[in-house]
C-alpha cells in the first residue's frame, strides 16, 4: 500500500473539512494541492517531486484564482445608510467648536452632531462637505469660505 498516497488523502480530507467550515475558499486550493500531490504519489514519484507539486499548485491556484473568486464572494455592497451620508452636502446649524465638542449639521432633512476635520471652528450657515462618520458624529470640511 501506498502510505504517502493515503496521508495526501487524509490531509486533502482535512483541508475539504476546514474548507467546509470556514466557506473562504482558501482551503479548498491546498485540497486541489493534496490531490494533484497524491497522483503523483500513486505514479511513483518521490517525497520532494510530491512536496513541490503540491506546494506549487496550492500557491498558483490561491495566487491566480483567489482575486477573481473574491470579487463573486463579496460582490459590491450596498452602502447603508451612513456611507452614502460621505460626501453629501449640507449646512452648520448649530456652531461646530471641537475644543466644547458642540456643533451640528442638517444632512438631507437629518440632523448630526458635527465635529470639524481640521479642527477649526465653523460658523452657524457654512455649507460643509461631510469627510467621514465616526460613531454618531459627522466630520465635516467647509465647503465654502464665510
Given at each position: 500500500m501506498n502510505w504517502l498516497a493515503v496521508s495526501w488523502f487524509c490531509l486533502m480530507v482535512v483541508f475539504l473539512a476546514m474548507e467546509s467550515s470556514t466557506v473562504s475558499l482558501?482551503?479548498?486550493?491546498?485540497?486541489?494541492?493534496?490531490?494533484v500531490a497524491m497522483i503523483v504519489s500513486l505514479?511513483?514519484?518521490v517525497v520532494w517531486l510530491q512536496v513541490t507539486v503540491f506546494c506549487v499548485v496550492s500557491i498558483a491556484l490561491l495566487i491566480c484564482l483567489w482575486p477573481f473568486i473574491r470579487k463573486f464572494l463579496n460582490p459590491n455592497l450596498t452602502k447603508t445608510n451612513v456611507?452614502?451620508?460621505?460626501?453629501?452636502?449640507g449646512i452648520v446649524t448649530a456652531d461646530i467648536?471641537?475644543?466644547?465638542?458642540?456643533g451640528q449639521v442638517k444632512l438631507g432633512g437629518m440632523e448630526w452632531t458635527a465635529r470639524s476635520t481640521s479642527g477649526t471652528n465653523i460658523p452657524t450657515g457654512t455649507r460643509i462637505r461631510v469627510d467621514r462618520i465616526e460613531g454618531v458624529k459627522a466630520f465635516v470640511s467647509p465647503t465654502e469660505v464665510t
Open positions: 482558501v482551503s479548498i486550493w491546498f485540497a486541489v494541492g493534496a490531490l505514479f511513483g514519484g456611507d452614502s451620508v460621505i460626501g453629501t452636502e467648536d471641537n475644543l466644547n465638542a458642540v
